[in-house]
């Protein structure tokens, strides 16, 4: 298995980032995809989840109306579109996949919101 995350960045708040996720090793269409992140000092939290189809998709309370999680099974991608980005959102955003009892993840994307 095999998450590679691109897309983080330094924005202004109220700014925008579109995060990637590159997946490979594993039957990725039948899979459900999540997006973690992790702040400093602070535990790895669920940011937003998809089903394999793409149709169900779960948000954090924190997010919810602002991130928008979507996936191309063609393409083998998933994406994490944040949209009015506040300071808090800060942190390392982690791409996820659990297949069976295994739990992999990506190395991790740093976005930092900040003035």
């Known amino acids: 298995v095999q998450l590679v995350e691109s897309g983080g960045d330094l924005v202004q708040p109220g700014g925008s980032l579109r995060l990637s996720c590159a997946a490979s090793g594993f039957t990725f269409s039948a899979s459900r995809m999540s997006w973690y992140r992790q702040a400093p000092g602070k535990e790895r939290e669920l940011v937003a989840g998809i089903s394999s189809s793409g149709a169900l998709k779960n948000y954090a309370d924190s997010v919810k109306g602002r991130f928008t999680i979507s996936r191309d099974n063609a393409k083998k991608m998933v994406y994490l579109q944040m949209n009015s980005l506040k300071p808090e959102d800060t942190a390392r955003y982690y791409c996820?996949?659990?297949?069976?009892?295994?739990?992999?993840w990506g190395q991790g994307t740093q976005v930092t919101v900040s003035s």
């Open positions: 996820n996949v659990r297949l069976g009892l295994d739990n992999s």
